[in-house]
């Protein structure tokens, strides 16, 4: 049995996050301009989605930008959000014949116009889809989201809206972003860094963790399979 038939008959995580990482290293190694490695990245990006509707996953998560990324050069930072548009307006009818659905889980008025414009597009036309849900995490910090939950928490508190005996880690997970999906079960970081970087870090309470040195424009079908793979081989504890 090879490894893909080997994981196909294993248990699929359910909400599989990712920290796509090393593009601009990877560019760098092959003396490229850091543009290509984010454009190899985007093409990694594709891959993984439709690699995840053939696998069966349900939610995907995927760092596409971070709230500290806006302190990259303006002229990487302006090519990384027309990548986006880029990959929004090439792969949504993809994505809607095959039943994603898309969300964002950050700040979308952070966000240019037009990439705005598009991201709202492909959440409103793919919004009753249900085979795969992905979640791309754009001026997105995990901090920042847990402080934005502790404030509407607040706000109903002081509105009559919640007692605080109903205040328990139910309630607060409505406040989040990911309020409708189960927490990841297995989280993947390329590049062999070896941290979260303000990435969910609520949800990822009990998931498995997988750090890999294969940088992000590398890692294809065949590196997936082995992080399932190896994300098969664990025993789940939840803190037992």
Do not use: C
């Not at 990694?44 to 971070?66: E, H, M, P, Q, W």
């Not at 898309?102 to 116009?113: F, R, S």
């Not at 205040?167 to 297995?186: A, G, V």
Request: no cysteine; aromatic share 10%.
């Amino acid at each position: 049995m090879n490894l893909e038939d080997t994981v196909r008959a294993g248990i699929i995580p359910e909400h599989l996050a990712v920290i796509m990482d090393g593009n601009r290293r990877w560019a760098k190694i092959r003396n490229l301009p850091t543009s290509k490695g984010h454009k190899e990245g985007a093409m990694r990006v594709t891959d993984l989605v439709r690699n995840s509707v053939d696998l069966g996953i349900k939610y995907l998560s995927i760092y596409a930008f971070s709230t500290e990324n806006w302190r990259r050069d303006k002229k990487e930072v302006d090519y990384l959000m027309n990548l986006l548009v880029e990959f929004v307006v090439k792969e949504l009818d993809y994505l809607h014949k095959n039943d994603v659905k898309i969300t964002l889980m950050g700040n979308i008025e952070d966000l240019p116009e037009k990439t705005k414009n598009e991201v709202k597009r492909s959440i409103e036309l793919t919004k009753n889809n249900t085979k795969l849900h992905l979640n791309i995490a754009l001026s997105y910090g995990s901090r920042n989201e847990i402080v934005n939950a502790v404030k509407k928490i607040i706000n109903e508190y002081e509105n009559n809206k919640i007692n605080i005996d109903e205040i328990n880690e139910e309630s607060f997970k409505k406040h989040l972003f990911t309020y409708d999906m189960p927490d990841p079960d297995l989280l993947i970081r390329t590049s062999g860094e070896i941290r979260l970087s303000n990435f969910l870090l609520y949800q990822l309470a009990y998931t498995e963790f997988y750090f890999t040195d294969i940088m992000w424009p590398d890692f294809d079908k065949q590196e997936l399979l082995k992080a399932i793979d190896n994300f098969q081989n664990r025993k789940r504890r939840y803190g037992n």
